[in-house]
Structure formats: C-alpha cells, structure tokens
C-alpha cells in the first residue's frame, strides 16, 4: 500500500517538537536509506510505500517507547490534528450533525491511501464503530496512527472525553480491523435518527 507522505513530515514534526531536533536526527539516522530520503526530499502530497512511514514508527518506538505503541499513537493523533482542519472547519455544524462528520472524514480515506477504504460501522451520540477494509495486512503500529487519528475525529466533532479502541486487528488474526470510539453523550438532530449504519 502506498500512502501520502504527510504522515511521514507530520510524524518527524511532532518528534522534534517533543523531544528537539537532535532526537528526530537520532530516529532518523537509524531509519534505513529509503526512509531517511523520502523525508528530506518528499512533499506532502507524494505518495510512497507504507513500510517507510512504518520503518520510522519502529525507530521512534525505539528511542522513546516502551513496547507498547504508544509513540505510534501519538503520532497519528498529531497527524489528525494537523490534517483534519480542512474538514471539520464548519464546528458548529458537526456538532449538531456528528454522524456526518465521521462519514465525511472516512470518505477521504482514499485521498490519503492508495488502497483499501474506510467505512463507519455505526455512529450513537455516545460513540461510533471505524472499519477499514481491503487494505491488505496492516502493521500493528500503522494501526497504532489510526487508533490516535480516530480519537482525535471524536474530538474534533465535538465529542468530550473521547477514547479510542482497536479491538479486532487484522495484523494480530483478527478477520478485519476495527476501532471503537467512545465518549460522553452528545446531543443529535431532534429529527435524525440517534443510530445509523451502513
């Protein structure tokens, strides 16, 4: 699977922003060739394979990890953060219509992955069900982005306190990989059903 190299840039972003330049110099420098000038040469919407973008996960995991993905996660939450504002910009909007955000961001799952897609599996005014398909076998801390990517969505269409999960993952034997998002209710249009699936 090939994907845009925005990941990438945001991820390295976020590492020298956290731990300084000399830390992303450090990660960088054990990444293999490949990775190394893809992210001193690429722009942002340049497509390139995914085992780069996981090459430099491994090597932040690495240096600042425990074992456990959570740098991964975080540096998909960054991504979204930085990612998400061209989408979500109408706030108030989400906020009375949240189901439609989600659809919305899942539908631009193709602008920034070359295959598979991403499908809401059930969206209720306490959280919503992510499916991504057809994506070919995922590495678990490509999914640890997406788990970080999915919480920040909840928050961005105004769900307070959202946590998300990555319950069923194709990388560790599951049959497809899903993420559950959950979050204190909000409110939904009066004249829009509270549950919906697809």
Known sequence: MNIKAQG????????EETFGRDALADVLQT???????????????????????????????????????????????????KNMGGFLRQAAFY????DYALKRV???????????????REATAGGCVVEVQDAGVPHPLFCMTLTGWVEVLAGRIGAPSPKATHPECVARGDARCLWRAAWQHIAIEPDRPAAWSR
Do not use: K
């Not at 990438?8 to 590492?15: D, E, H, K, R, V």
């Not at 996960?57 to 240096?63: F, S, T």
């Not at 799952?109 to 070359?114: A, E, L, M, R």
């Open 8 to 15: 990438l840039l945001n991820g390295a972003a976020w590492i």
């Open 31 to 81: 990444c293999q060739p490949e990775t190394r000038e893809r992210y001193m040469t690429a722009t942002a919407i340049e497509w390139h394979p995914v085992e780069e973008l996981v090459d430099f996960l491994e090597q932040a995991e690495r240096r600042f990890g425990s074992g456990d993905g959570l740098i991964a996660r975080e540096l998909g939450a960054a991504g979204a953060r």
């Open 95 to 98: 906020l009375a219509r949240p």
């Open 106 to 120: 899942a539908g631009a799952w193709q602008q920034f992955n070359d295959e598979g897609r991403m499908v809401i």
